[in-house]
């Protein structure tokens, strides 16, 4: 087991120094340039001469590249050119919006998509089922951003009270306004993935419920209501954690669109601002975070099962 | 029907046998997916409504009523059924009916680019890597698991600055987040499939790797291929949708439902059906394809993809 780990991490950690590498060469191909864009197109050659030095974008490509690896792994991203700020300070601040519609949309999802599933499993084929699994067909064929437009257009002139606009600050605000601006977005993002959360655990369950272990439990006189959580569920919810997991890892790309209709600055607008502006630091620290996440999350599922079914074990121990 | 033929005529004369499975699955492929859509009302209702969309884009040029770019300054219009504009006009005075028609031809056709390009390339991997094994399957694999932590949008953002704006580029960036999915399923089948026995036959009189691969291994993935087509056929219109919204990726002047329900993002009060209709025509869409994939799911018995 710990030999699994310690193989997968190194695995991850090689998948993410892959991703920032392609990602450090690619943004370098872009034909726009930095120096233009801080000073403007009509700047003298020395003026130019200057600014690239000070952004340290002298040097060839090989140089650069070492220089940031090795500034990378003391933590620092560098500075970004166009804010003139550390690039941990740009990301830090528009992590807090991100993450915030990220985490509640999962739990959200997670709330609304796994009751829903397993009891349509259960209530199999009766109206109940048929309903939620419409509805779920539904929220999967919806992009986050077009059910964003659909609460702008009708909710935010019936329900005053859920503000359809911007984002405020956990810490300077408060709870109750921080919750308020909040519960659009979050729905937004959270539906499609409810969706199929739902859909997953109705199938994982269906296939659960059809197994011998179940019938045989049922045999044996114990109650339905033991059988569903005590064998039901234990076995069910290995499939769920996986979709769990991979929802989490797309959720952060997922909430780009819904910021950008709320007029919410997180990291998704903060992105492809710094793509347009040409500011290498951003992208290149925001890539980092991202693909390490993506990488993170995975590992986690894959310890998570273990957790939830012993009998999955990994290394052939 | 493939187990019956191949009884039937033996594995002694290997190009035959091999003509006539491909053929045979040729044969059940169609009539399975003939019979899903005989039996299957979800199958019918999302083969109807794409079919529909596929139809009026494909033709959209003929049966336009206006030049989808042509605009008519200071007339906004309402949607009414008598009027000039059934659908009415945007805040640019264009006829929505008629964008809608080319936003159809925009979607359908990035969309089928984009899994077509991921999927090409997916299984490809997926067949040499799973085939192959060793150091070559986990060189391939760590290369997926790469692709997958890569966002596709992010791709799609970086190729648009590299390039500029062009629909190619949303296919490609598209397509690539494809890829992982398609090498990973196809991956998995030919690991079984490697070990069947008329795979072990085919290498035993000395057929070459690559006609095993093209003949043996993959017709017999083709089902699990078909369904994850349908699937992720769905998402790349709904991907392409969100980049056009976020204006990255196709032009700003070409007709797409995402950037129309974009640019009626400041009229949603004053007048909302730029949006609204758009948006309607997403969701149709890709529910359509969603319904029909799903119902060739239960078909070919596949397990529920994992995202």
């Given at each position: 087991?710990?030999?699994y ?5 190194i695995?991850?950690?090689?998948v993410?120094w ?6 450090f060469v690619?943004?370098r ?5 930095p ?5 403007g ?10 600014v690239?030095?000070?952004l340290?974008?002298?040097?060839p ?9 090795g500034?990378?792994l003391?933590?620092?991203?560098g ?5 003139d700020l ?10 807090q919006p991100t993450v ?5 949309a ?5 709330l609304?998509?796994v009751p829903?599933g397993?009891?349509s499993?259960v ?10 699994t ?8 919806m992009p986050?951003f077009w059910i ?5 257009v009708?909710?935010?002139s019936?329900v005053?009270?859920?503000p359809?606009f911007g984002?405020?600050?956990l810490s300077?605000?408060g709870?109750?306004?921080w ?7 979050s729905?937004?993002v959270a539906l499609?993935?409810a969706?199929?959360i739902?859909r997953?655990?109705r199938s ?7 197994e011998d272990y179940i ?5 044996k ?6 059988v ?16 769990v997991?991979?929802?989490t890892?797309?959720?952060i790309a997922?909430?780009v669109a ?5 007029g919410i600055r997180?990291?998704?607008?903060v ?5 347009k502006?040409n500011?290498?630091?951003?992208v290149q ?12 999350v995975?590992?986690?599922?894959d ?5 939830v079914?012993?009998?999955v ?5 | 029907?493939?187990?019956?033929i ?8 290997l190009?035959?046998t091999d003509r ?17 859509v005989?039996?299957d009302?979800?199958a019918q ?8 969309f596929a139809?009026?884009a494909a ?5 336009a009523p206006y030049?989808p770019q042509s605009?008519?300054?200071?007339m906004?219009q ?5 009027g000039?504009h059934?659908?009415g006009t945007?805040?640019?005075g264009?006829?929505m009916?008629?964008?809608i028609?080319?936003g159809?031809?925009?979607s359908?056709a990035v969309?089928?680019g984009?899994?077509?390009?991921g999927?090409v390339f997916?299984?490809?991997i ?6 192959f094994g060793g ?6 694999m760590?290369?997926?698991d790469a692709?997958w932590?890569l966002?596709?949008?992010l791709?799609a ?7 500029g704006?062009?629909?190619w ?12 999915d398609?090498a990973r399923?196809v ?5 079984v ?9 085919a290498?035993s ?6 006609p ?6 993959l017709p017999n ?10 699937i992720r056929?769905a998402?790349a219109?709904l991907a392409?949708s ?7 990726g196709v032009?700003?002047s ?5 950037a129309m ?12 059906w730029?949006?609204l209709?758009?948006g309607i025509?997403?969701t149709?869409?890709i ?9 060739l799911?239960?078909?070919f018995?596949?397990r529920?993809?994992?995202?």
């Open positions: 087991m710990k030999q780990v310690i193989k997968r991490a695995q991850g950690v090689a993410v892959a991703v920032i590498t392609a990602v690619l943004i191909l872009a034909p726009g340039n120096v233009t864009a801080i000073v197109p009509s700047a003298s050659a020395e003026t130019r001469q200057r690239r030095e000070s340290g974008i002298g040097q490509l090989h140089v650069q590249y070492v220089e940031w690896l500034k990378l003391r933590g620092d991203l500075r970004s050119y166009v804010l550390p690039v941990t300070r740009v990301i830090a601040q528009s992590l915030s519609i990220a985490f509640s999962l739990c959200l999802a997670i609304i998509g829903t397993i009891v499993a209530k199999r084929e009766t109206l109940f089922d048929y309903v939620a419409l509805i779920a067909f539904l929220g999967i064929s986050a964003s437009i659909l609460f702008v009708f909710v935010s019936n005053p009270w859920v359809t984002y405020v600050s300077k605000e709870v109750v306004e919750f308020r601006h909040l519960v659009l977005p729905l937004a499609p993935n969706g199929v739902m997953f655990s994982s369950m269906l296939e659960v419920l059809n019938r045989t439990a049922k045999a006189g114990l109650s339905p209501r033991l569903l959580f005590k064998h039901g569920l234990q076995n069910g919810l290995i499939p769920i954690v996986t979709v997991g991979i929802i890892g797309v959720l997922g909430t819904v910021e950008v209709v709320f997180g990291m998704g607008q992105l492809i601002d710094s793509i502006e500011d290498f630091p951003v620290g925001i890539v980092v975070l991202l693909s390490a996440w993506f990488v993170f995975n590992l986690f599922v310890l998570l099962y273990t957790w079914n012993p009998q074990t990994y290394g052939g121990e | 029907m493939i187990d019956k191949r009884s039937l005529i033996g594995i002694s004369d190009s035959r006539v499975r491909i053929l045979g699955i040729r044969i059940d492929l169609i009539t399975r997916i003939s019979s899903v005989r039996r009302r979800k209702a999302g083969l109807l409504v794409v079919s529909l139809i009026s033709i959209a040029p003929e049966i030049d605009q008519q300054f200071g906004l309402p949607p009414g059924m008598t000039a059934p659908l945007d805040s640019y264009r006829d009916l008629s964008r028609m080319y159809a031809r925009t359908l969309g089928i984009a899994v077509v390009f999927s997916g299984i490809t997926g067949l040499v890597g799973g085939y150091w070559i399957d986990d060189v391939l760590r290369f997926v692709l932590a966002p596709w949008l791709i953002i970086m190729l648009t600055v590299i390039r704006p062009g629909v580029n949303v296919i490609i960036a598209i397509g690539f987040a494809n890829i992982d398609f399923i991956r998995g089948e030919v690991l499939i490697r070990e069947e026995e008329y795979t072990l036959a290498r009189i000395g057929m070459g790797s690559l095993i691969i093209f003949f043996e291994v993935a083709v089902g699990p291929i078909i369904v994850q087509f349908t056929l998402r219109i392409e969100t980049l056009s919204f976020l204006g990255i032009k700003p070409t007709a797409t439902w995402g329900l974009g640019q009626g993002r400041d009229f949603l009060v004053s007048a909302p730029i949006s209709l758009p025509c997403i149709i869409t529910l359509g394809v969603n319904l029909f994939g799903d119902a799911r239960d078909a018995d596949v529920e993809s994992t995202d």
